[in-house]
C-alpha cells in the first residue's frame, strides 16, 4: 500500500513538473524577439514599410538635404523648401553666381573630359548614336567624327550661352545635323535616324519633334531644365514639358555620365553645377 502511494505521489510530482516546463517553454516563444517566426515577420513589416516610403517620396520631396561632398558648400545657403516660380528664381541666381563660360574652342576639351567612354578614356560616347568614338577623332568640318552639339539648340539661345559647357555634348555629325533646331518629345510613327558611318540608331524624329535613344532622355531632360533656369528660356520652345518631366524620372542620373560628368564641369572648368542632375526632384517643383 506504501508502494502504491509513493508511486502514486512520483506520478503526479513529475506530471506537474512537466506541465510547468511546458508552460515555461511556451511563454518564452511567445516573448522571445529572436524567435525565428517573429523576425521572419518582423523584418518582412520593415522591409515593405521601407519599400512604401522610398516609394511615396520619389521625386516629390521639397525636404532636400545635400549630402555629396562633391557639392563642398554649393548648397550652402539654399533654401530648398520653395517651389515654383520662387525656385526657378533661386535656382537661377545659385548657378549664375561664378559662373564661368569659356570659349568655344575649349569646350572640346570640356566635352572630352565629360563624355569619356567608362573604362576607356581614350574615347567619348556620342549622346544621341551612344557610339563610341576616339577623343582625337574630333569632326572639324568632316562628316565623321565626333562634333560638340547643344542640346538647347543655338537658334534657341543667346550668344552668351553658346559655350555654356552643361549644354554641350558629344554627338555624331549627322545625327546632330538631323535634328536640327527640333524640340524634344516622344514621337510616333517617326523617321529612324542613320549616324555618319551608316548605322541605324535609336533615335526617331517628325516635323514637330525630335526623340533621343532612351539612354539618353534624361540626360537630355535635365540639360534643358538647366538651361531654361540658367538662361530664361520657356521650356516648351525646347521640348515638350510632359515628356521632359517623364523622362527625368524614368532615366535617373548616372553615377558615370551625369554625376561625374557635373563633378568635373563645376571643379575644372565652369564652376558651377546642374542642380538637376544633384536632385533631379526639383524640376516637378517648378513645372
Not at 73 to 84: E, H, I, R, S, V
Not at 134 to 158: D, F, M, Y
Amino acid at each position: 500500500m506504501k508502494k502504491t502511494m509513493f508511486f502514486l505521489s512520483l506520478i503526479i510530482l513529475l506530471s506537474g513538473c512537466e506541465s510547468s516546463i511546458s508552460n515555461s517553454q511556451s511563454s518564452d516563444i511567445s516573448l522571445d524577439p529572436s524567435s525565428e517566426d517573429l523576425t521572419s515577420i518582423s523584418s518582412e513589416t520593415s522591409l515593405d514599410d521601407s519599400q512604401e516610403t522610398s516609394s511615396s517620396l520619389s521625386y516629390t520631396s521639397n525636404d532636400l538635404v545635400p549630402t555629396n561632398d562633391d557639392f563642398g558648400d554649393y548648397y550652402a545657403n539654399f533654401d530648398f523648401t520653395l517651389t515654383g516660380t520662387n525656385l526657378k528664381s533661386a535656382l537661377s541666381t545659385l548657378i549664375n553666381t561664378g559662373k564661368k563660360l569659356n570659349s568655344y574652342t575649349t569646350a572640346w576639351t570640356s566635352c572630352a573630359a565629360t563624355n569619356e567612354v567608362e573604362g576607356d578614356s581614350s574615347k567619348v560616347l556620342q549622346i544621341y548614336s551612344r557610339q563610341p568614338d576616339l577623343k582625337s577623332n574630333q569632326n572639324t568640318g568632316g562628316t565623321t567624327g565626333w562634333n560638340r552639339e547643344h542640346v538647347a539648340p543655338k537658334a534657341n539661345i543667346s550668344s552668351d550661352a553658346e559655350n555654356d559647357a552643361i549644354n554641350l555634348w558629344a554627338a555624331d555629325p549627322k545625327v546632330n545635323n538631323d535634328r536640327g533646331n527640333l524640340p524634344m518629345g516622344e514621337v510616333t510613327d517617326g523617321t529612324q535616324l542613320i549616324d555618319s558611318l551608316g548605322r541605324p540608331t535609336d533615335c526617331y524624329k517628325t516635323s514637330a519633334y525630335f526623340e533621343p535613344t532612351d539612354a539618353a532622355k534624361g540626360e537630355v531632360a535635365r540639360t534643358l531644365f538647366y538651361m531654361a533656369v540658367c538662361y530664361g528660356i520657356n521650356l516648351t520652345n525646347l521640348g515638350n514639358v510632359d515628356d521632359l518631366l517623364a523622362w527625368n524620372i524614368a532615366f535617373p542620373p548616372d553615377e558615370w555620365r551625369e554625376i561625374r560628368r557635373i563633378n568635373i564641369i563645376h571643379q575644372d572648368f565652369q564652376k558651377n553645377r546642374n542642380p538637376f542632375v544633384d536632385f533631379p526632384q526639383l524640376a516637378d517643383l517648378i513645372w
